[in-house]
């Protein structure tokens, strides 16, 4: 049966009572009716997922109606029902139009009924609709049609080196935005600021990492994202222990990620973004050690930046769409990305750095790598740093210009792995 429940919409504006100076607070508070009233209806036999609280037409809260095929929701605005069709939504099986799409037009357009008839267990080739005519949606998408406003579980864990001053991180700023679509135990934003130049101060990342992990068990996190916010040695790549220690990546990788986090991370969807200087992705030994603890940690996909002097604050439009479309919208990154760079374009990014992409093919397992470089003869003419590629290695595949996208587009594999 179709399931309602109401949610805080977002909107500004919209009808509301105006204040009346010649009158008393009192009354014009019984005006407004309230939303408390309205209870929210557990979404049944779907024991993981978890019925999302944003219309995912409008991006708005409201009175909701519970897709019965996935989780979206969607106002009850956007479908006025005729009266004289009789719909009777709860006893009726509903389907959201991104669902109608996938099930009912995927190969040709099919006009949308929204509520069925039938058992929800049966295929919805048995269903009936409920209402003779189809319906009219009103509204305008927001966001597309196969978006979401997801509202699964997710990490941002974000490493800071201890001397890096995070005031105005895009990190910062992804987990301003997300707090606004995930409820508060459904999202968790940790900062955790480092520095593992002695023994002593490795045990202690140690102990908190690991005590941290633990209390982690209470949210069922699905998703994690993870920041490592670093500089890197300008010649080899190295990445910074501390203030003023730097060491091969493994070995900073090792202690930076205990055991207890590391087996924490590796089942979850996992997206890693390092923000650290380009010399990291463009010297080859500390390639191949970032492209080998994609690998271990099984992490799904790691973006990284080549600007030599990389700044994070540039990059911070990259991580507002990012946090929309991967981490709000729930679109994969892998298809996502030329839509992320064709919106950087425009940029502060487009000028300042290439972006690199790795991705763990999990079949083979193989981590692919991509670096997207950005072209343009008045913007950046120069300043394109060679992609960390030198003859001897031989496995490039492909060096093309993506058509309508101002970036090169480079694909290969390390080598040794
Ligand atoms: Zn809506
Ligand atoms: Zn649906
Ligand atoms: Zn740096």
Redesign the pocket.
Known sequence: MARTKATARKTTGGTAPRKDSKRSGSSLAMNISSDESMAVVPAPNVPKLIQQDFCYICINGGDMLSCDQCTRVMCKAHIPLPQSQGINVASSIFICVACHLRIFASSKPAPFFGFYKGDINQSPSTWTPMSKQPLVIQGDYQLTASSQVVAQPLLLLHFILASIEPKGHPARISAELLSAYLPADSFVYKEVVFNLTTDELVKKHICKATAFTGNLGKYSLDQVVIIITN??HDITGDLYLGPNLCSSVEDFMQPLFPPALVSFIQPKLTTVIMM??GALIGERDSFNAISDFVKRMSIDNLIAFTAK??HASLVTLFFVDFTYRILIEGFDVNTSMTHMLAAMSQSHLARHTNVVHMRLDTQTPMVDSTIYIFTNPRWRPWGNRLPPACPDWDDIQLLLQAKQLCWLVQLFKARGI
């Open positions: 500089h890197s650290s200087c002097e990389f």
